[in-house]
């Protein structure tokens, strides 16, 4: 009885303290952000011809060029959206377009979290967690030690990508680096990945953007586009983050 009593307390004291609070919302907009990234041939646009939810929703495209070796970025930023000891949930709606190109299979980066340590001398912007298509399989990670000393724990084959059709993503994590921190991901509503007990950020405290988009980041890093698509398209919609799963979860809000 006294459990009883005593949980019911604990149910109503989370209930108070998980009001939902959004720190920020976009329905698909270019406007609204901090800013906007869209680097080489890459665009970022709003539409309203394919949308999730709303009239509105932004089209992020790639373009390959065999005679250009910087990155391919077409990402909106958001600004401090976690720092270090925070807890929070992280979500957005995308679609790939209908012919998607999935094989042979290459990392295309679709969000990730960022933050400049230019004035560190080990890196200057250095990605934490990201999500990412590899052929048809969702991937994420997290970043752990020190900027100087990275390690990755790679999170592969968390749910199976289609294209042509919306897809729904929420990230909830506790930005730890004791070691006690956690990690989770939701697929379409189902939950893909449950981490808990680890380090999920490096030992730094400063903020971290969050940024969605279409970064083709293996036409870099592998210093050639595999297969014959090299026009991308990736829509993206419901964008947000906040205290409860149904802040950040699209379908909700
Ligand atoms: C977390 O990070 C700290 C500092 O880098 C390290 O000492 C510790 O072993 C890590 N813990 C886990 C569970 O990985």
């Not at 094989?103 to 933050?115: E, L, T």
């Amino acid at each position: 009885m006294l459990h009883k009593i005593s949980s019911i307390a604990l149910l109503l004291a989370l209930g108070i303290s998980t009001q939902a609070t959004q720190i920020f919302s976009n329905t698909g907009t270019t406007s609204g952000w901090d800013a906007t990234n869209a680097e080489h041939s890459g665009t970022v646009q709003q539409v309203t011809n394919v949308v999730y939810k709303g009239t509105t929703a932004l089209k992020m495209t790639q373009v390959y060029d065999p005679s250009y070796t910087g990155r391919y970025h077409s990402e909106v930023v958001k600004n401090s959206v976690y720092k270090r000891g925070d807890t929070g949930f992280y979500g957005f709606a995308f679609r790939l377009q209908e012919n998607w190109q999935f094989s042979p299979a290459q990392g295309y980066n679709i969000a990730q979290f960022i933050a400049d340590f230019g004035d560190t001398g080990c890196d200057d912007w250095m990605p934490s967690s990201m999500v990412w298509l590899q052929g048809n399989q969702l991937y994420s990670r997290v970043k752990q030690g020190s900027i100087c000393a990275q390690r990755i724990q790679t999170f592969p084959n968390l749910a199976t990508v289609s294209a042509g059709v919306w897809h729904r993503i929420v990230i909830q994590a506790s930005w730890k680096t004791d070691g006690t921190g956690y990690y989770k991901m939701w697929f379409d509503g189902t939950k893909v990945l449950e981490e808990y007990n680890i380090n999920t950020t490096i030992e730094d405290d400063r903020a971290f953007q969050f940024r969605v988009g279409l970064y083709a980041n293996s036409w870099h890093d592998d210093g050639t586009m595999k297969g014959t698509q090299g026009t991308r398209s990736v829509w993206y919609d419901q964008i947000a983050a906040g205290s409860t799963f149904a802040d950040a979860d699209p379908a909700q809000w």
